[in-house]
């Protein structure tokens, strides 16, 4: 008896072995000095409710409260937004903006503020919205002691994914998302390969743990993939509510 229980540990485990060893890049032996170390970059700093942070020195800095110069109109003419004391506020019935370039895989930092004093109620209140790829959107929405439905409420897919906690700060307090985003890909007949993913942190805590999003959000829009390119540009919406932006920078991620 001991010596089939050895058996079946000894066969459990060197199955284990081989299949964590078939995830690792077979190229290279384990420790192995002569495979390429990570690329050295200098990391960001958090930032308070009197100023914002500093990107990693790799990321690609889409606003910095200086300027719009990242960012464009929905008819790709200059950005509408008004510029103020370091931070962009959404005016209304401007219409969107998007970012200059497109970006696919990729690691994004936005910080929002929520308008004081608060005014409305559910989906009236601060709404605003991050598009990924312009599609796919990540919920901005003042949660702080104001009920709405699940799938819509700050830190959701919208439509699809409720936050796995409502992690709302009070209006005209700064709060943040750090988002990892990983694109759809397509086939060169246009067939989905691989849906698009994403992970959200709502000022630090986990809400969107590596959800598959089922295609894009729209209001009473069944989710549907349609063909498209790796990349393309985000997108913050204006949803009428005077939501302010800053420290928004973005790092591509290899696929």
């Given at each position: 008896m001991?010596?089939?229980?050895?058996?079946?540990?000894?066969?459990?485990?060197?199955?284990?072995?081989?299949?964590a060893?078939?995830?690792?890049?077979?190229?290279w032996?384990?420790?192995?000095?002569?495979?390429?170390?990570?690329?050295?970059i200098t990391p960001g700093?958090?930032?308070?409710?009197e100023?914002p942070?500093?990107?990693?020195?790799?990321?690609?800095?889409?606003?910095?409260?200086?300027?719009l110069?990242?960012w464009?109109?929905?008819?790709n003419g200059?950005a509408?937004?008004k510029?103020?004391?370091?931070y962009m506020e959404v005016?209304?019935?401007?219409?969107?903006?998007?970012s200059k370039?497109?970006?696919?895989?990729?690691?994004?930092h936005v910080?929002?503020?929520?308008?004081?004093p608060?005014r409305?109620?559910?989906?009236?209140?601060?709404?605003?919205?991050?598009?990924?790829m312009?599609?796919?959107?990540i919920?901005v929405?003042?949660?702080y002691e104001?009920?709405?439905?699940?799938?819509?409420q700050a830190?959701?897919v919208?439509?699809?994914?409720?936050p796995?906690v409502?992690?709302?700060r009070?209006?005209g307090e700064?709060?943040?998302?750090?988002?990892v985003?990983?694109?759809?890909h397509?086939?060169?007949?246009?067939?989905?390969?691989?849906?698009?993913r994403v992970t959200?942190?709502?000022?630090?805590?986990?809400?969107?743990?590596?959800?598959?999003?089922r295609?894009?959000?729209?209001?009473?829009?069944?989710?549907t993939?349609?063909?498209g390119?790796?990349?393309?540009?985000?997108?913050?919406?204006?949803?009428?509510?005077?939501?302010?932006y800053r420290?928004?920078?973005?790092?591509?991620?290899k696929?």
């Open positions: 001991k010596n089939s229980l050895a058996i079946v540990v000894t066969g459990l485990f060197l199955f284990g072995a081989g299949a060893h078939g995830q690792a890049d077979p190229q032996k384990i420790h192995d000095m002569n495979r390429p170390v990570p690329t050295v700093t958090s930032s308070t409710q100023s942070g500093k990107a990693p020195s790799d990321a690609i800095v889409l606003f910095d409260g200086k300027d110069s990242e464009l109109a929905e008819d200059p509408k937004w510029l103020e004391n370091g005016v209304a019935k401007t219409g969107y903006i998007h370039k497109p970006f696919g895989d990729c690691q994004l910080e929002f503020r929520e308008p004081v608060p409305g109620t559910s989906q009236e209140r601060g709404n605003s919205g991050v598009f990924l312009g599609l796919y959107e919920q929405l003042d949660s104001n009920k709405t439905y699940a799938d819509g830190a959701a919208y439509g699809q994914y409720p796995l409502n992690a709302s009070p209006p700064w709060q943040w998302y750090d988002i985003f990983h694109a759809p397509f086939d060169s007949a246009g067939k989905l390969q691989r849906p698009a959200v942190f709502h000022n630090g805590v986990l809400v969107q743990d590596n959800v598959e999003i295609g894009r959000t729209a209001i009473g829009y069944i989710p993939y349609a063909p390119p790796d990349r393309a540009p985000l997108a913050l919406q204006d949803h009428g509510n005077p939501v302010r420290n928004i920078w973005i790092r591509e991620l696929d």
